[in-house]
């Protein structure tokens, strides 16, 4: 009888609990980078504070569940905020910069939602020592492209011999025309020391025909404690009003393990009919207090020719304003933790 009455517990348990729940992980994250700034822009100086100077400044969540063999949904949310004023960047946006879902395995990963180009979340640490980021970067002051996509479908695929790819389609909102908006790929090799990347996009204009093409590549090798990069991006659009070529080329020293100084220069050449080219020269110093925080100084010079009026932007925000054909030079003094 005792036997019987435990084996009618154990069913009855069985019932009401259900199968055992898969482990499931939710992380808070984020990253307050701020600074102190001067910038001329050719048209008149100022002192400022400003935050994500290197870093972007946000907060979010991330988080997964084991779906057993080796299977997972993961999903991540994340607001970009000034951490000088404390105001969203958006203010209509819940999370501007992140809200997707997805799931991985074996297979690769796949990705539902708003999130990064695999142009830039895949390419940007390999284009230069910033990781484009901050007012040292030309790759950075001088792009001119978008690095996120609402409605966007990714495919990440597992590394194979070194390769790993990335894949994406973005879907417009509009009724009236509901085709793609963009699709964006890329292509990464790692040997050893030596890296190499390659990327492709095409994004439409929500209510228009323009659309822009760009072509992303670089590559790098680290000698001892120096990694040497060269870079090179082309962006076009289909109505001629944009036709620019950057090559850059930079080096990071890790002098030691708390200290890294980068150099960087890079070239704007317009090919149209306005020949608005452009150079600067970055240099940016990072000083590693612990893993998660660093203090860090960038400074960049631009030489603007013509009607050129490139700004020095930080990672996000925008420069200080000049005239057509002015110089713009600044510096900064910032420390970023992430948390």
Known sequence: MKKQTAFALVLVSAAVLGPPHAQAQVIPYGTIDNAVEYQDGGAGSVTRAVSSGLYATVYGFKGS??????????????????????????????????????????????RLGRQKKPEYLFLNN??????????????GNFSDDSVRSSNAIAYFTPTLHGFTGQFMVALREEAARPTLVSYNA????????????????????????????????????????????????????NDGS??????????????????????MYGHAYDRTDGADHAQQVGLLYEHFLSRRTTLYSAAGLIRNRNEAQFSLDGTQYSGVPGAPGAHARGINLGIACKF
């Open 126 to 139: 390999e284009m230069d020592p910033s990781g484009v980021k901050s007012i040292a970067s030309p790759l």
């Open 186 to 237: 890329a292509v990464r090799y790692v040997n050893g020391l030596f890296r190499a990347v390659a990327g492709y996009e095409r994004t439409g204009k929500a209510g228009s025909f323009l659309e822009q093409r760009v072509f992303r590549a670089a590559a790098s090798y680290a000698v001892g404690t120096v990694r040497y990069y060269l870079a090179y991006q082309t962006e076009r659009k």
């Open 65 to 110: 569940e084991d779906l057993g063999n080796g299977t997972r949904v993961n999903f991540q949310l994340e607001q970009g905020f000034s951490g000088v004023t404390g105001a969203a960047t958006d203010p209509a946006a819940a999370f501007n910069r992140l809200a997707w879902i997805g799931v991985s395995g074996n297979f690769g990963e796949f």
């Open 242 to 263: 944009e036709k620019r070529d950057i090559y850059a080329v930079s080096a990071a020293w890790r002098a030691t393990p708390a200290n890294q100084l980068s150099l």
